[in-house]
């Protein structure tokens, strides 16, 4: 028999998993923030894994004001970007280019947050839980900030070092 019958239901399982990749990170970011060089990424990922704690305890929020329980699931989307995330760390020694390739990791997490939390906050509002939404939107709107955050980076301070690194590694003419 099928787990999930309802969109109440629906709800909950998504909210979960989110709940699971968010506790996920909290284990990922300071690893992210060790692997960095460049002094501004790394102060980043630390941010935002304060950040990913008061969203985590946000989710408790909604669960309180719910009266629901989560189920105990593995968000395996982010097992695998966390994965890719240990990939680059192994491939690519520490410098510039390896922060460069932090940030495409990072912003795919973002992505796949904004994602989540965008969908939930539809349910959400189709349910008419109030509430559950306008703390969901919050999260949503710290997600969005810390993607523009990582763009703004890589445009202004880490791809220009990554290839001006390239470039000195050159053999002279
Ligand atoms: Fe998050
Ligand atoms: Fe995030």
Known sequence: MP???TLEE???H???????AEKQLTKALPKMARAASNAQLAAGFTQHLEETQGQIE?????VE???????RI?????????AEGGEIIEEIEKGPVRDAMLIVGA??????????????????NSLGYTEAAELLKETLAEEKATDEKLSQLALSEVNQEAIAANAAMEPAQ
């Open 3 to 5: 787990k999930i019958t």
């Open 10 to 12: 629906a709800f909950i």
């Open 14 to 20: 998504e909210l979960s998993d989110i709940y699971s």
């Open 58 to 62: 946000r989710i408790d929020q909604v």
């Open 65 to 71: 004001s719910l009266g629901i329980k989560l189920k």
């Open 74 to 82: 593995k968000c395996l989307a982010m097992e695998g970007l966390v």
């Open 107 to 124: 912003q795919k997490v973002e992505h796949y947050e904004i994602a989540s939390y965008g969908s939930l906050i539809t349910v959400a």
